[in-house]
């Protein structure tokens, strides 16, 4: 198990102002049982009390991953959003999330995972009425560290075939996160080995969103994290050619877009 306050260090990658979150919740990682690793990256627990304090918003840059949320007051499966994602905290609570590899929820679904983009849908549609039982015990449990085996032992109950064609998605999309040298739908199809058109049928199959949109929002979550170094000057110029993008106009534009400000009211922010 990985804990930090949402604000340290450990921030994940695509929380905007993480400076902003400090004191306010707790995360914590947990690692899935071995037979659900190659379906699941890892399991996260939030938990906040703000009891006499104002409510708090926290923004999310999304990752190219569905997540199964136990949570008030029912489960909910949310797709991939593909805008940016808002949580709410106010008085006390927590949750705890399942996050799937891109690819990996694909084999519980059973169909194609964009007809989740930017939707939540109840847990009970995929999972059935049992999901209903196991939030219950997951909103009681008040150890941490008890939460991964409630997970693990409703997971693993309902463990699909693996399916290999879900492993090379992943594998694809972990390239064209962690490349910024990629930055057109086609550089990443030749890395992959595939025609542009098979990489956007499998992103539509599996991940839920398109490989251009895969590509553009790793650049906007390295932009972000720069942004939100204390004490360091962006030289936004500088930083758009990193990401590979035409001009600093090209890069505002598509920044502002997603998270509502331009890069550099964002920083100062």
């Avoid at 008030?72 to 949310?78: C, K």
């Avoid at 693990?152 to 694809?172: S, T």
């Avoid at 170094?229 to 990193?242: H, K, M």
């Amino acid at each position: 198990m990985t804990s930090a306050d949402a604000g340290g260090a450990e921030a994940p990658r695509g929380v905007l102002h993480p400076q902003g979150a400090v004191g306010r919740f707790t995360l914590d990682r947990f690692e899935p049982a071995a037979a659900l690793a190659p379906f699941v990256e890892f399991y996260w627990n939030v938990r906040w009390d703000l009891r006499g304090q104002p409510p708090y918003e926290q923004k999310v840059l999304s990752h190219p991953n569905v997540h199964l949320v136990f949570e008030e007051p029912r489960a909910g499966v949310y797709g991939v959003d593909r805008g940016l994602f808002v949580r709410r905290l106010e008085g006390h609570g927590q949750v705890l999330g399942v996050k799937f590899h891109p690819g990996g929820f694909r084999p519980f679904w059973g169909r194609p995972v964009q007809e989740l983009a930017d939707r939540v849908v109840p847990a009970t549609e995929v999972f059935g009425s049992a999901v209903e039982e196991t939030n219950r015990h997951v909103l009681l449990e008040e150890g941490p560290s008890a939460l991964a085996d409630i997970a693990d032992a409703f997971l693993l109950q309902r463990l699909p075939a693996l399916d290999p064609q879900a492993v090379e998605v992943a594998a694809m999309v972990e390239t064209a996160t962690t490349d910024h040298a990629l930055v057109r739908v086609e550089q990443l199809a030749e890395r992959c080995g595939v025609s542009a058109r098979t990489l956007q049928r499998l992103f539509a199959e599996y991940v839920g969103a398109g490989p251009k949109w895969v590509l553009r929002r790793a650049r906007l979550h390295e932009a972000a994290q720069r942004a939100d170094e204390q004490g360091v000057t962006v030289d936004w110029a500088v930083l758009a050619t990193d990401l590979g993008y035409a001009d600093q106009a090209h890069f505002s534009r598509d920044f502002t877009a997603v998270v509502g400000l331009p890069p550099t009211r964002y920083a100062q922010r």
